[in-house]
């Protein structure tokens, strides 16, 4: 091998391994991505952006169709600096509002002026692993497709372990009334189960099940977010109503 050849596989393997990389869980910042978007609902995925380098955005564009749309995902943060000189458009577009964050997850969605989705509904991550489609998500951390839920649905998360085999989720929605019951049931019995040493107790379900009614608030992992809303419930920050978070 001579030593042209050695340098351009070097060199190969240099930007796999600089560009093919992940991004670290702590250095991933969720962002909503708009594609020409007239609403929130439109805005049905979430860009994985890297905190390091990008911020979330929102671009409010009024089009050579005199349609005002919302563009948005993630961008460097030098541009985010430079405001509309980092939004790119067509000539006859006109750019109303740029602006960018990086608070936390989803920041995007407030900006703008977005105009949310129905306040009688809501989005919830949506993601199913019994789909064909979405077999390749191994991590419910992964999953970044959201979905607008009915007026009579909240959002919902389960999951199911079993030895030797892959932890199966589901992610979307579920009928606000039955989830009523659902969560009822679950803080009464982790409550009753607080610090006791009966055998129902010490042996956990290997099955989880948990509803909420705020948007996208079923995110990340099924035992670790019905703790949190147990947490909010016990301290009365959680209506059982509609089971959303009280301001």
């Known amino acids: ?3 042209c050849t050695r340098l351009v596989i070097g060199v190969a393997f240099f930007l ?4 093919g990389q992940e991004i670290p869980d702590a250095n991933q910042l969720k962002c ?3 594609n020409n978007a007239f609403e929130l ?4 995925k979430q860009a994985v952006c890297d905190n390091r380098t990008e911020e979330c955005y929102m671009d409010q564009v009024v089009t050579e169709t005199f349609n005002t749309v919302y563009r948005g995902g993630c961008r460097g943060r030098e541009q985010c600096k430079g405001g509309t000189a980092g939004a790119i458009g067509k000539r006859e577009e006109l ?3 740029s602006q960018c964050c990086s608070n936390e997850d989803d920041c995007n969605r407030r900006l703008c002026g977005l105009r949310q989705e129905n306040t009688n509904t809501s989005q919830c991550y949506f ?4 789909k064909s489609d979405l077999t390749s998500i191994a991590d419910p951390n992964d999953c970044i497709t959201l979905t607008t839920c009915d007026t009579d649905q909240v959002c919902f998360a389960h999951n199911v372990y079993y ?3 892959a932890t199966t989720f589901r992610y979307g929605c579920q009928n606000k009334y039955i989830c009523r019951l659902l969560m009822k049931r679950a803080f009464e019995d982790i409550r009753r189960c607080a610090g006791s040493s009966t055998p129902e107790c010490l042996h956990e379900s290997l099955i989880c099940d948990v509803c909420c009614g705020d948007g996208a608030c079923n995110y990340g992992e099924c035992k670790i977010l019905r ?3 147990y947490t909010l419930w016990a301290a009365g920050k959680l209506t059982n109503d509609t089971l959303k978070v009280i301001p």
């Open 1 to 3: 091998m001579n030593t």
């Open 16 to 19: 796999i391994g600089v560009f």
């Open 32 to 34: 909503r991505l708009c």
């Open 41 to 44: 609902r439109d805005c049905t």
């Open 95 to 97: 750019f109303s509002c």
């Open 127 to 130: 993601c199913d692993s019994s």
């Open 163 to 165: 030895p030797g085999s």
């Open 227 to 229: 703790a949190r809303l």
